[in-house]
């Protein structure tokens, strides 16, 4: 194992607290090379199956209605269980470049492409597009002038509603987040997804980050992965969705670990994930649960997973059963028929 802190790339305030959790804090494992990535059956360079749905460069269009705009290759730090894994800071995770990192629909992306781009022209011209989802690698180590110029453009196109950004920098460079920064993405009226996955990442500058972000007006959700050992018990999540409300941050989906090559000593059995939020359900504030899903291998798109609550029909009732395994019967309304 290549645990070591100081050949290998992290932000300073990442760097810091990994160092004040010290040598075995789970976290370390997540952002530094493993030797451990035995590739198991099913995994996937492209899980998601992204190169297939790929238009033209930098955009990945799989639902009818929304879009996602990957605007930089570019990230703070590198998760060991990425998606993108493949693509982001050149390929990293010892993975082989795959075949769509050197085609057409990624190469060459190194940055956001303005207005007059082959990605400008598909958003403008694809009417039912309404929702923008502008990811990457991670959008805000942009620069505010080229993040100004994306929102700018995008709010120029009238079918297009909703605009939401991807980024894990408030966890990992919270001294990014600066009121003009703020400010900015609060005057575009941006919805940020986060991606925080520990209760220790909200440092105290973390929490100075999102306060900024709030008191600013911006809206936020957050997106947790759920990793084998790192956060795969239910005080972990519990602390994590608690601290998340606190910071005005509302949980929104629990991943289960994409199937992306090597990622096996990442990933948790599906069932454990439904155990967990069927323990959660009873215990936290329904405010603080997320939905748990699986991000279809192959570009199904999102399903959430619930555990099963309806236990069966009883003639005309519905019979259920709470968090505690208990039974309760519902009196189901007649189905009219016309
Ligand atoms: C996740 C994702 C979205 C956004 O999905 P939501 O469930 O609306 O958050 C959109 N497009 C692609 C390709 C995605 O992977």
Redesign the pocket.
């Known amino acids: 194992m290549s645990h070591e802190l100081q050949n290998w790339f992290l932000p300073v305030h990442y760097k810091h607290l990994l160092d004040s959790l010290g040598p075995s804090h789970p976290l370390r494992r997540t952002v530094l090379p493993s030797d451990d990535r035995t590739p198991a059956p099913g995994e996937l360079t492209d899980p998601?199956g992204?190169e297939q749905?790929s238009p033209c460069r930098g955009l990945?269009?799989?639902?009818p209605d929304?879009?996602?705009l990957l605007a930089t290759l570019d990230c703070a730090v590198h998760c060991q269980y990425c998606t993108r894994g493949r693509l982001i800071g050149g390929g990293f995770q010892g993975l082989e470049k795959s075949e769509g990192a050197g085609s057409a629909c990624f190469q060459g992306l190194g940055k956001y492409e303005g207005a007059g781009s082959a990605c400008f022209q598909y958003l403008e011209t694809h009417i039912e597009i309404r929702?923008v989802?502008i990811?990457g690698g991670d959008p805000l180590t942009l620069p505010d002038d080229e993040l100004e110029d994306l929102f700018s453009n995008l709010r120029g196109i009238g079918h297009v509603k909703n605009i939401?950004l991807g980024s894990k920098i408030p966890a990992v460079m919270p001294e990014r987040i600066t009121p003009e920064l703020a400010a900015m993405l609060a005057k575009y009226r941006i919805w940020l997804?986060l991606h925080f996955i520990h209760p220790a990442e909200l440092t105290d500058e973390a929490v100075r980050a999102l306060d900024t972000l709030a008191d600013a007006g911006v809206p936020m959700v957050s997106?947790t992965v759920l990793l084998k050992g790192i956060n795969d018990d239910a005080d972990t999540l519990a602390d994590l969705f608690y601290g998340l409300l606190q910071n005005r941050v509302k949980p929104?989906?629990l991943f289960q670990c994409d199937p992306v090559l090597g990622s096996s000593s990442f990933r948790t059995p599906v069932q454990k994930g439904l155990d967990l939020m069927k323990e959660l359900q009873g215990r936290v504030s329904g405010l603080a649960l997320p939905?748990f899903?699986i991000?279809a291998p192959g570009?199904g798109?999102?399903i959430v997973m619930h555990p099963d609550t309806i236990l069966r029909r009883d003639g005309a009732d519905i019979l259920l059963t709470n968090y505690q395994g208990k039974e309760y019967r519902y009196p189901d309304p007649v189905q009219e028929s016309f």
């Open positions: 998601l992204e749905h990945i269009h799989t639902y929304k879009v996602l929702d989802l990811s939401r997804q997106q929104y989906y939905n899903c991000d570009g798109g999102k």
